[in-house]
C-alpha cells in the first residue's frame, strides 16, 4: 500500500478490511431485471477490488458498490482523490446526499479513466461532479459536500464482460 499524501484528509484507506467488508456493499442491475453480477473483497492486506460481469441482457447495464458516512467535514475540500488500478474501462465516482428529486435520490457522478494493470492517481474536483437520477442527467442541484451520506464507484459503460478495479485510498484534498 502506498503512503498517502501529508497534506489531505483519508477518507478510507481499508486498513481495517474486516471490519469494513460489512460496510461496502454492492448494488446492481439485478434491482430492475438485468443480470450483471458485481460485488466488493478486500485483497492484499487494505485494498478494495470491485470485480464482476457487465450484462446488458434484460436492460442492465450497470454495476456499483457504495458505503454509507457520515462525512459532514467534506466542505473543507475541493474534491476527491482515488489511488486505484483499473482494467481500462471508465468508472463513475458516485456520492450521494440528502437531496430528492421527487421522492427518488439524487446522485453525483464523475467518470474517470483507468489504465490496464497499472496504479494511478485519479483527482476529481467536487465542482466536476453532475446530477442525475437513474442515469439521467438532472440540472440541478449543485453538489453540497458536507451533506454526503454515501460514496461509491458505478461501472455503467454499455460494454458486455469482465471488469475489475482496485482502489488503495480514498481522500479528500
Not at 467488508?21 to 473483497?41: E, H, I, K, P, T
Not at 442541484?141 to 460494454?159: M, R
Amino acid at each position: 500500500m502506498a503512503e498517502t499524501p501529508q497534506d489531505s484528509v483519508t477518507i478510507d484507506d481499508f486498513s481495517k478490511a474486516k471490519a469494513e467488508s460489512n460496510s461496502w456493499y454492492a448494488v446492481n442491475d439485478g434491482v430492475m431485471g438485468g443480470l450483471s453480477q458485481g460485488g466488493v473483497s478486500f485483497e492484499n492486506a487494505g485494498i478494495l477490488k470491485f470485480a464482476g460481469t457487465l450484462s446488458l441482457e434484460n436492460n442492465g447495464g450497470f454495476s456499483s458498490i457504495r458505503k454509507n458516512v457520515n462525512q459532514a467535514g467534506l466542505e473543507a475540500g475541493k474534491g476527491l482523490k482515488l489511488r486505484v488500478k483499473g482494467d481500462g474501462r471508465d468508472y463513475d465516482l458516485r456520492l450521494t446526499t440528502s437531496d430528492r428529486f421527487r421522492y427518488m435520490e439524487i446522485s453525483y457522478r464523475a467518470k474517470f479513466k483507468t489504465t490496464a494493470d497499472e496504479w494511478t492517481t485519479v483527482e476529481i474536483p467536487f465542482s466536476q461532479l453532475k446530477p442525475s437520477v437513474r442515469g439521467r442527467a438532472l440540472d440541478g442541484p449543485q453538489f453540497n459536500p458536507g451533506q454526503t451520506e454515501s460514496i461509491g464507484l458505478i461501472l455503467a459503460d454499455k460494454v458486455p464482460g469482465d471488469f475489475q478495479i482496485e482502489i488503495d485510498w480514498i481522500e479528500l484534498y
